[in-house]
Nanobody, 123 residues
């Protein structure tokens, strides 16, 4: 079992910014795409952003133009820069490693999840 570790969550007012980070074993960053998920109370876990090994990114429509996903393979880290935060962004955020299906959808690896970091946006 491989553990990814998130950090950077916290409490912020609407319109503010946070930057989340994810650390993982170095071998993951040379093999897998990486993604961020979030889950709010009573809601299904949602894919927020994905970055391929080559740096190609995809975003959920709800965060497009506000969030930016990036990766630094030399430092074995991945980040999610979140700007202009809204109350509906409140959730526990998880990092994950995975791959792509033939249709192009992201598929998370079942063993490569972080423990989650809480993001709370007040109005």
């Amino acid at each position: 079992q491989v553990q990814l570790v998130e950090s950077g969550g916290g409490l912020v007012q609407a319109g503010g910014s946070l930057r989340l980070s994810c650390a993982a074993p170095g071998s993951i960053f040379s093999i897998y795409a990486m993604g961020w998920y979030r889950q709010a109370p009573g809601k299904q876990r949602e894919l927020v952003a994905v970055i391929s090994r080559g740096g190609i990114t995809n975003y959920a429509e709800s965060v497009k133009d506000r969030f930016t996903i990036s990766r630094d393979n030399a430092k074995n880290t991945m980040s999610l820069q979140m700007n202009n935060l809204k109350p509906e962004d409140t959730a526990v955020y998880y990092c994950n490693a995975g791959g792509y299906s033939r249709s192009g959808s992201y598929s998370p690896h079942s063993n490569y999840w972080g423990q989650g970091t809480q993001v709370t946006v007040s109005s």
